[in-house]
Protein backbone atom coordinates (compact mmCIF):
# COMPACT_ATOMS: atom_id res chain seq x y z
CA UNK A 1 0.00 0.00 0.00
CA UNK A 2 1.46 3.09 -0.94
CA UNK A 3 1.79 6.14 1.79
CA UNK A 4 2.26 9.90 1.17
CA UNK A 5 3.43 12.09 3.70
CA UNK A 6 4.24 15.90 4.50
CA UNK A 7 7.44 16.51 5.92
CA UNK A 8 7.42 20.57 5.91
CA UNK A 9 11.01 21.72 5.79
CA UNK A 10 11.75 25.16 7.37
CA UNK A 11 14.44 25.66 10.07
CA UNK A 12 17.79 24.59 11.21
CA UNK A 13 18.57 21.86 8.88
CA UNK A 14 19.28 19.85 12.08
CA UNK A 15 15.73 19.69 13.24
CA UNK A 16 14.86 18.59 9.22
CA UNK A 17 17.29 16.28 9.04
CA UNK A 18 16.08 14.61 12.11
CA UNK A 19 12.49 14.22 11.39
CA UNK A 20 13.21 13.11 7.85
CA UNK A 21 15.82 10.18 9.42
CA UNK A 22 12.35 9.37 11.52
CA UNK A 23 10.03 9.17 8.91
CA UNK A 24 12.49 7.15 6.46
CA UNK A 25 13.00 4.60 9.69
CA UNK A 26 8.98 4.22 10.54
CA UNK A 27 7.58 4.26 7.12
CA UNK A 28 8.29 1.66 4.31
CA UNK A 29 10.56 3.05 2.11
CA UNK A 30 9.43 0.76 -0.91
CA UNK A 31 5.82 2.61 -0.87
CA UNK A 32 6.62 5.49 0.45
CA UNK A 33 6.76 9.37 -1.12
CA UNK A 34 6.91 11.97 0.63
CA UNK A 35 6.24 15.50 0.30
CA UNK A 36 8.72 18.02 1.65
CA UNK A 37 6.99 21.81 1.79
CA UNK A 38 8.93 24.98 2.80
CA UNK A 39 6.51 27.24 3.91
CA UNK A 40 7.63 31.24 2.66
CA UNK A 41 6.58 34.38 3.91
CA UNK A 42 6.89 37.31 0.89
CA UNK A 43 9.68 38.73 2.11
CA UNK A 44 11.67 35.23 2.23
CA UNK A 45 10.10 34.95 -1.54
CA UNK A 46 12.30 38.35 -2.43
CA UNK A 47 15.10 37.52 -0.35
CA UNK A 48 15.71 34.43 -1.78
CA UNK A 49 15.32 35.54 -5.41
CA UNK A 50 17.59 38.35 -4.60
CA UNK A 51 20.32 36.10 -2.73
CA UNK A 52 20.22 33.57 -6.24
CA UNK A 53 19.96 36.55 -8.64
CA UNK A 54 17.30 35.38 -10.62
CA UNK A 55 13.51 37.32 -11.22
CA UNK A 56 11.67 34.10 -12.79
CA UNK A 57 12.13 31.26 -10.20
CA UNK A 58 8.68 30.39 -9.52
CA UNK A 59 8.14 28.83 -5.18
CA UNK A 60 8.58 24.88 -6.19
CA UNK A 61 11.91 25.62 -7.76
CA UNK A 62 13.21 28.04 -4.58
CA UNK A 63 11.98 25.83 -2.13
CA UNK A 64 14.69 22.92 -3.56
CA UNK A 65 17.00 25.94 -2.77
CA UNK A 66 16.54 26.24 0.82
CA UNK A 67 19.21 24.49 3.41
CA UNK A 68 16.23 22.47 4.90
CA UNK A 69 14.62 21.26 1.98
CA UNK A 70 18.35 20.04 0.28
CA UNK A 71 19.37 18.36 3.83
CA UNK A 72 15.41 16.68 3.67
CA UNK A 73 16.55 15.43 -0.18
CA UNK A 74 19.45 14.32 0.98
CA UNK A 75 18.50 12.11 3.40
CA UNK A 76 15.54 10.30 1.39
CA UNK A 77 18.12 10.23 -1.52
CA UNK A 78 19.88 8.32 0.35
CA UNK A 79 17.29 6.19 1.76
CA UNK A 80 15.80 5.79 -2.03
CA UNK A 81 12.58 7.23 -0.64
CA UNK A 82 10.57 8.92 -3.87
CA UNK A 83 9.88 12.41 -2.94
CA UNK A 84 8.55 15.97 -4.55
CA UNK A 85 9.39 19.90 -3.64
CA UNK A 86 6.55 22.13 -2.70
CA UNK A 87 7.24 25.45 -1.86
CA UNK A 88 4.17 27.91 -0.66
CA UNK A 89 3.93 31.06 -0.05
CA UNK A 90 1.80 31.91 3.54
CA UNK A 91 1.16 35.66 4.86
CA UNK A 92 -0.66 34.65 7.88
CA UNK A 93 0.07 31.42 9.42
CA UNK A 94 2.61 28.43 8.61
CA UNK A 95 0.89 26.21 10.71
CA UNK A 96 -2.57 26.65 7.79
CA UNK A 97 -0.10 26.28 4.99
CA UNK A 98 0.84 23.25 6.64
CA UNK A 99 -2.91 22.22 6.86
CA UNK A 100 -3.74 23.49 3.15
CA UNK A 101 -0.83 21.39 1.84
CA UNK A 102 -1.62 18.33 3.58
CA UNK A 103 -5.52 18.23 2.52
CA UNK A 104 -4.35 19.20 -0.96
CA UNK A 105 -1.91 16.47 -1.46
CA UNK A 106 -3.98 13.67 0.37
CA UNK A 107 -1.42 12.66 2.32
CA UNK A 108 -1.42 9.84 5.20
CA UNK A 109 0.68 11.35 7.91
CA UNK A 110 2.74 14.97 9.06
CA UNK A 111 6.13 14.54 10.49
CA UNK A 112 7.20 17.41 12.35
CA UNK A 113 10.04 18.85 14.58
CA UNK A 114 9.27 19.64 18.31
CA UNK A 115 11.27 22.29 20.14
CA UNK A 116 12.00 22.56 23.48
CA UNK A 117 9.83 25.71 24.56
CA UNK A 118 8.51 26.75 27.90
CA UNK A 119 4.32 27.09 28.06
CA UNK A 120 4.69 30.95 28.62
CA UNK A 121 6.97 30.88 25.54
CA UNK A 122 4.04 29.52 23.35
CA UNK A 123 1.70 31.80 24.68
CA UNK A 124 3.16 34.58 23.71
CA UNK A 125 4.82 33.23 20.00
CA UNK A 126 2.31 30.91 19.72
CA UNK A 127 3.10 27.64 18.24
CA UNK A 128 2.95 26.27 14.49
CA UNK A 129 3.18 22.69 15.86
CA UNK A 130 0.35 23.08 18.03
CA UNK A 131 -2.05 24.54 15.35
CA UNK A 132 -1.05 21.56 13.12
CA UNK A 133 -1.73 19.08 16.14
CA UNK A 134 -4.81 20.49 16.86
CA UNK A 135 -6.88 20.99 13.14
CA UNK A 136 -4.91 18.39 11.45
CA UNK A 137 -7.28 15.65 9.77
CA UNK A 138 -4.46 13.37 9.63
CA UNK A 139 -2.27 11.48 12.24
CA UNK A 140 0.96 14.14 13.42
CA UNK A 141 4.21 12.21 14.18
CA UNK A 142 6.45 14.59 16.01
CA UNK A 143 9.92 14.41 16.09
CA UNK A 144 11.16 15.06 19.70
CA UNK A 145 14.28 17.53 20.15
CA UNK A 146 16.19 14.84 21.52
CA UNK A 147 16.36 13.30 18.23
CA UNK A 148 18.77 16.20 16.32
Do not use: C
Not at 88 to 94: G, I, L, Q
Not at 123 to 130: P, R, T
Amino acid sequence: METKVLLPARGFPGWVEAVAAVAVDVEPADALTVVVLHVFDDDEVATTKSNLDVDDMDVHDLAERKSGVSTAVDRLDEAGVDYRVRGVVEKASPAQAILSAANDEDVDRIYMYSRKRSPAGKAVFGSDLQDVLLNATVPVVVTPPTMS
